[in-house]
Structures are given as C-alpha cells and as structure tokens.
C-alpha cells in the first residue's frame, strides 16, 4: 500500500478567537473582532467568541483529546492583544497571556504533540485599528507587527520550531476591506490593496528578524498560509483556461507571486492599474523567497467562467455545475463548498511546479449540511464529512505517492466546532461537536476516521535493525 513518509506529520488546526472565550479575562485587551461582533447585523446569529469553545479554560482537557485523536502535531493561533493587550511596540507586554501560552505548548510537548503557531489569524489588536487605522497604516503596523513577533519569539521560540506569519492574507483583505464581511467591515476598492502590500511587508519583516536572529539559535522554520480553491475552468475553451488562471492570480498570486517571484499576476496589474501599490527595491528584497514553506488552507475547487462582475476574482463566474449538468461533489453548508478531491491534487501540483517548495495543507475541512439542526447523537455520525477527508486525504495521498509532491503536512480544520466568524455558531467545521450548552465535546465520526487513516498510511520509522 503506498504510504507517506515517516516524518510526516498530520493534526487539527484552530484559531484563538475561534475558541479562546475568556475575551476580559487574563488582561486580555479587545481585537477587531470583538468590536465587529458588537456591531448588530454583523454575526448571522448575533453572537461573538465571548465564550467561544471555552478552550482558555479548557485547554487541559483539550489537550487530553487531542492525544486521543492521535495527532502527531496541533496548529492554534496567538492573541496577539492577550500578549500586548494595546498591541503597539510600546505598549506593556501581559505576562499572564505569556503563560497560558507557554502552558499550552508545554502540556503539548509533554504529550507527544508538535505545535505549528499562527501568530495572525485576523484578530488585530482594537487599540492599533483605533490608534492609526491598524493594516491601513504602513509604517506603523509594519513595525507593532515585527515586535509583536518578536515578543512571541523570544517567548516561546525554545519550544516553538513551526511559525506561520499570517493565516490567509485573501480573508483579511477581501473579506475585511473590500467586502465588509468581516472585521473590520470596510468596503472599498483601493483598501484591499494597501493592505495586500501591508500585509505582506509585515510578513516579510517579521521573518527576516526570525531567520537573522533566531533561526539558527532555535533551529526553526518560518512560513505564510495562502488559500486556495482549485479553478476549474468550465470546459476547454481557450477564454474558459484563461479565466482559470485569472482566478488563481486573483486569490493566489497577488500573495504568492510576490513572495516566491516578487512581482503581481500580469492579470492583476491589467485589471487593478495603479491602485496596486508598487513595492520599492529594498521592500522587494525583504519580500523575495521570504517563507520557507509553502502553507496552503484548501477547501474546495469552483468551476469557472469569464464574464463575472467581482472584480476581486478577476471578473469570473464561479460555481459547481458541470457542463453535463451535474454538480462537482457534495454540497456544504456553506455555499462556497463542496467535495472534489482531485481538484485537490491538481492543486498541490501546481503549486510545487510553479513554487518549489514543500507544501504544509495548515487547513482542510468540510462543514455537514444542516449539522446544527441535528440531535448531538446524529451529528456525530458525520458520514459527509468522513466522504469529504477520504476523498482528500487520498488526493494528497495520490500527489505525494505518484506525482511526488512534497507535501509535509496536513491539518484538518477544525479540531473543535467553533465560532465560525461572520456565520456565528450555526455552521459547524469541528471533527469534535461541542454542546455550547454545557462546552461537552462529543468525537465525531470523522474524527475516528482521520486517526485511522493516517495511522494506515504513514510509513511506521525505520527500527534500528534496518539501520
Ligand atoms: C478559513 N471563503 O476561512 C479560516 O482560516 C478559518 O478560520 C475558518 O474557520 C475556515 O476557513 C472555515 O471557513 C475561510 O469564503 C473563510 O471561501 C472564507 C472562505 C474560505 C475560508
């Protein structure tokens, strides 16, 4: 049977506002997320991560199911304002949030568990939103964000050997300054393209003071997370390949282009002109190949057309429909998903050519139609999602094993249901269901499933005999 190799390593990923709670508690200061929550009309249910997962509290026991889960690795974020509750570099620094940290990532260590840390999974401290404006504000943010960084490194680095900058660039621009979906609710047309290039320098900052003062020392790894839904153009029409490669340009490149080739998408500058904001040469030089990772959170694959009217994917019309008038795969909650593994793998093997660097998948989940309506007994046989996980893992499988991809890791999302941002707690992503009643965590199904999954496909270590 082929097999990933021994060294792989595979686990759940969460986010700290998705789960923390305790937003008052251990002189934790307010994010952008708590002010947006606040706003009426924000949150499909009205609701906020002010209790979340309870996992400030619970973590103990989280930790305990997680090495039930057989996980060889957990990827959770920082609360960037629980370690500097004002968030700027000369703001006090809370030695409480410190050690809930520092205990977190000790009990996973003593267990067995790798922890892979996100330092910003889109919950900017208020202070810095409300001071100069947070992402919109170069000189400022660029700066807070590499103390931020450094703070963390200096903290946890001794135990910490997994570093991710930032998780999905796209949700923070598109979603937060263009759209106006989630924090910090903007909508505009040039914003998304200040922060874009923010946002990145920031990145690239934070890791060139990693890899000059720590990495060697440490002996760690530093990367960014980008997300991607495969584009499947809508049959092989030379407009329909085209806007294929739009799309990507459009979610991807204008991230990845920059950071592994240090130039935008060609389709981009057509499109967007001189809203882009132009990098100079010593911003460039500080950007180029500054991962050293390729972190990818993937969820589905959309079938594409030109002739779509959002200009932040490149003017496309997106959907599931196949010419013969069949759907892709099955269908989410969410509207934006559904399962079509092989669009997966083609993925994976399109970044690698185009990239060249090994792959970590730091999310990949699926969210079972209507699970919230269900009795906690039905919903933990979660039979769409173990369709979902079988179908990718596989497709990872396939591109490890036959078209050697070097792909080195995967976490599900998520390892608990949670606050599932502008969506509330209605739609559920967990390979856990939590009873927000009593936070009673219950194992699904598909939990189960991954375990065995990967304990049947990693290669068993090489023993001393075969030395
Ligand atoms: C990711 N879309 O966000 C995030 O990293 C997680 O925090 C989140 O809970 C998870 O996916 C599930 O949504 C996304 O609109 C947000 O395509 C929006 C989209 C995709 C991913």
């Not at 009990?107 to 001071?131: C, M, S």
């Not at 937060?176 to 903007?186: I, L, M, R």
């Not at 960014?224 to 085209?242: A, G, K, M, R, V």
Request: aromatic share 14%; net charge negative; charged share 20%.
């Amino acid at each position: 049977m082929a097999q990933l190799p021994s060294d792989f390593v595979w686990g759940f990923a969460t986010a700290s506002y998705q789960i923390e709670g305790s937003v008052a508690a251990g002189g934790r200061g307010p994010s952008i997320w708590d002010a947006f929550c606040a706003q009426p009309g924000k949150i499909r249910d009205g609701s906020s991560g002010e209790v979340a997962t309870d996992s400030y509290r619970l973590w103990r026991e989280d930790v305990e199911l997680l090495k039930t889960y057989g996980v060889k690795a957990y990827r959770f974020s920082l609360s960037w304002s629980r370690i500097i509750p004002l968030g700027g570099r000369t703001d006090p620094v809370n030695s409480e949030g410190i050690a809930f940290y520092r205990a977190l990532i000790e009990e996973l260590l003593k267990n067995g568990i790798e922890p892979f840390v996100t330092l910003y999974h889109w919950d900017l401290p208020q202070a810095l939103h409300e001071r100069y404006g947070g992402w919109l504000n170069k000189e400022e943010i660029v700066q807070d964000y590499v103390n931020y960084a450094k703070v963390c490194f200096e903290a946890f680095g001794d135990v910490v050997k997994n570093w991710i900058t930032h998780n999905e660039p796209w949700a923070v621009t598109i979603l937060g300054y263009e759209k106006g979906v989630f924090a910090p609710g903007h909508i505009s047309n040039t914003e998304p393209w200040i922060v874009n290039h923010n946002l990145i320098l920031a990145h690239a900052h934070a890791v060139k003071l990693y890899r000059e003062q720590y990495k060697e020392k440490q002996g760690g790894q530093i990367g960014i997370t980008l997300d991607c839904h495969w584009q499947l153009p809508y049959d092989d029409s030379p407009e329909n390949l085209e806007a294929a490669q739009r799309g990507i340009d459009f979610k991807l490149g204008r991230f990845a282009d920059l950071i592994y080739k240090g130039t935008y998408p060609e389709s981009v500058k057509r499109i967007i002109g001189d809203r882009l904001v132009e990098y100079t040469t010593e911003e460039l030089a500080v950007v180029l190949g500054s991962s050293d990772f390729f972190g990818l959170n993937t969820y589905t694959t959309q079938v594409v057309q030109p002739g779509g009217t959002d200009e932040s994917n490149g003017f496309l019309k997106t959907g599931f429909t196949l010419p013969d008038g069949s759907q892709l795969g099955t269908q989410a909650h969410v509207p934006w998903l559904q399962t079509y593994g092989p669009g997966f793998r083609t993925l994976l093997n399109y970044l690698w050519n185009t990239y060249k660097l090994p792959i970590y998948v730091t999310e990949n989940g699926f969210a079972v139609k209507n699970e919230n309506s269900l009795s906690i007994e039905e919903a933990i046989h979660d039979a769409d999602r173990i369709e979902y996980f079988h179908n990718y893992a596989n497709a990872m499988l396939q591109a490890v094993t036959e078209d050697k991809v070097p792909v080195k890791g995967y976490f599900g999302w998520s390892f608990l249901d949670n606050f599932e941002w502008a969506d509330g707690y209605q739609t559920r992503f967990g390979v856990t269901y939590v009873d927000y009643a009593t936070q009673k965590r219950y194992p699904k199904d598909s939990a189960r499933f991954l375990k065995k999954w990967f304990t049947e496909h990693i290669e068993a270590p090489a023993s001393d005999s075969d030395v």
